[in-house]
């Protein structure tokens, strides 16, 4: 049974660094063709896609955010790591990890986490 | 970028209602194309990959179709469950990048 749980500060101030953490279970992220991706969604908007890190350590970036992220994994305890730094307002938002499969080109996220709703506020 | 634009922004439907939602891509994003049914205050459900495929345990009133740019996904006799707000993914492998559209609200009417 897969399954992923987000966790980190419920409210981060301006200009302060996030860091989320994803805990997960039922695979292993050394596994060839399974990634871990972070998506955000702002209270009513769409969704947005940040990173992605891949089993053979592979880091992927949002274009408009890149220099404001980080990924990174700890496959021994099944984490997935987050940071954002330079938070703003407008960062505001329910931050979802979700297990990414990789099979013959086609990328599905079929796993995600509950989401972790984070407010930036002073 | 490749933007992908959904419509209509919302809609309202009766149940046993047919309804189709488009996602339109900027360019051509050949079938890499993923559909996912969200309810308030959970997570998004995969629902339909690569355009046309059922992912596995979603039931067959669900569909997707399309190519290129133009996509559409159809839910064939709404249920109660079907109530909430639908969203078209689109995915890159070279590099790995994934674009939302900006979703479809199915209301009860």
């Known amino acids: 049974q897969v399954t992923l749980r987000e966790s980190g500060p419920a409210l981060v101030k301006p200009t302060q660094t996030l860091t989320l953490t994803c805990t997960f279970s039922g695979f292993s992220l050394s596994t060839s063709g399974l990634c871990v991706t972070w998506i955000r969604q702002p209270p009513g908007k769409a969704l947005e896609w940040l990173a992605r890190?891949?089993?053979?350590?592979?880091?992927y970036y949002s274009t408009s955010l890149k220099t404001r992220l980080s990924i990174s994994k700890d496959t021994s305890k099944n984490q997935v790591v987050l940071t954002m730094t330079n938070m703003d307002p407008v960062d505001t938002a329910t931050y979802y990890c979700?297990?990414?499969?990789?099979?013959?080109?086609?990328?599905?996220?079929?796993?995600w986490g509950q989401g972790t709703l984070v407010t930036v506020s002073s | 970028d490749i933007q992908l634009t959904q419509s209509p922004s919302s809609l309202s439907a009766s149940i046993g209602d047919r309804v189709t939602i488009t996602c339109q891509a900027s360019q051509d994003i050949i079938n890499y194309l993923n559909w996912y049914q969200q309810k308030p205050g959970k997570a998004p459900k995969l629902l339909i990959y690569?355009?046309?495929n059922l992912e596995t345990g979603v039931p067959s009133r669900f569909s997707g179709s399309g190519s290129g740019t133009h996509f559409t996904f159809t839910i064939s006799g709404l249920q109660p469950e079907d109530f909430a707000t639908y969203y078209c993914q689109q995915y890159d492998n070279r590099p790995p990048w994934n674009t939302f559209g900006q979703g479809t609200k199915l209301e009860i009417k």
């Open positions: 979700a297990r990414v499969r990789v099979v013959a080109g086609t990328d599905l996220i079929d796993y």
């Open positions: 690569d355009a046309s």
């Open positions: 890190i891949d089993w053979d350590d592979d880091k």
